[in-house]
């Protein structure tokens, strides 16, 4: 069955080290996305992908970085963790809108970030 | 700017039925997402409204106003395991807008 995963599921990191958070989907999307998820917010948009070698910036990409260099990976990096990245973090990927359907998002199981 | 506005909390009783509403107000629409999520799980898809009218799928159902810029996803019999948050977004501009979530607490 297709999937995305997401990984490390919890990672613990002090404030200033570098972060990457791996995402890998087999459902075959060209989209991609990383959201953070904190409490009275709805998901936020970091970084996003509609393609290989394709990448944007989200309404809280400040201090984020994404690459993709094939499809089925967006790895999402941490330049200088601060605490206020505390956060609980979902990557998920979608099929085309244009190709029909909803093209609704599939979400990993999210990788929750504590920087001390 | 974007907006959309959902109940933070809701609470009601196994075997009886909740109206969760979202109201929205986008520069755009492509479309309306329903979402569950189960604490410390991942969003799951529940329904997709593009045109006015009610969507039903089993015990949830989801309505849409465009008019209005107004949703509302229909639970009916509850069970216990529907207990989660319900997330409403707003598709425009091949983007989504999402609401905070609303909490539903389900009592025996």
Redesign the interface.
């Known amino acids: 069955d297709a999937e995305i995963t997401q990984s490390p599921r919890h990672k613990i990191t002090e404030t200033g080290r570098q972060v990457t958070l791996a995402c890998h989907q087999t459902w075959n999307h060209n989209n991609m996305f990383w959201y953070r998820q904190d409490l009275?917010?709805?998901?936020?948009?970091i970084h996003y992908s509609y393609g290989v070698h394709d990448t944007n910036k989200g309404e809280v990409s400040d201090g984020y970085s994404v690459s993709r260099s094939n499809t089925e990976d967006l790895p999402l990096t941490l330049e200088s963790a601060a605490s206020s990245q505390t956060s609980v973090y979902?990557c998920a990927s979608s099929p085309l809108?244009r190709q029909g359907g909803?093209?609704?998002?599939?979400?990993?199981?999210?990788s929750r970030l504590t920087v001390l | 700017g974007q907006n959309?506005d959902q109940p933070t909390e809701m609470t009601a009783t196994e075997g009886a039925i909740v109206q969760i509403n979202c109201t929205y107000q986008t520069s755009g629409f492509?479309?309306l997402?329903w979402?569950q999520q189960h604490a410390g799980?991942?969003?799951?898809?529940l329904s997709?409204n593009v045109l006015d009218g009610l969507e039903e799928k089993g015990r949830f159902s989801s309505f849409l106003s465009r008019s209005k810029g107004y949703s509302y996803l229909l639970l009916k019999e509850l069970q216990m395991k529907d207990s989660a948050s319900y997330?409403c977004?707003v598709?425009f501009n091949?983007?989504?807008?999402?609401?905070?979530?609303t909490k539903l607490i389900i009592k025996p």
């Open positions: 009275g917010h709805g998901l936020r948009l979902f809108f909803a093209g609704e998002l599939f979400f990993g199981e999210g | 959309i492509n479309g997402f979402y799980e991942a969003p799951t898809f997709y997330l977004a598709r091949y983007q989504l807008i999402w609401g905070a979530g």
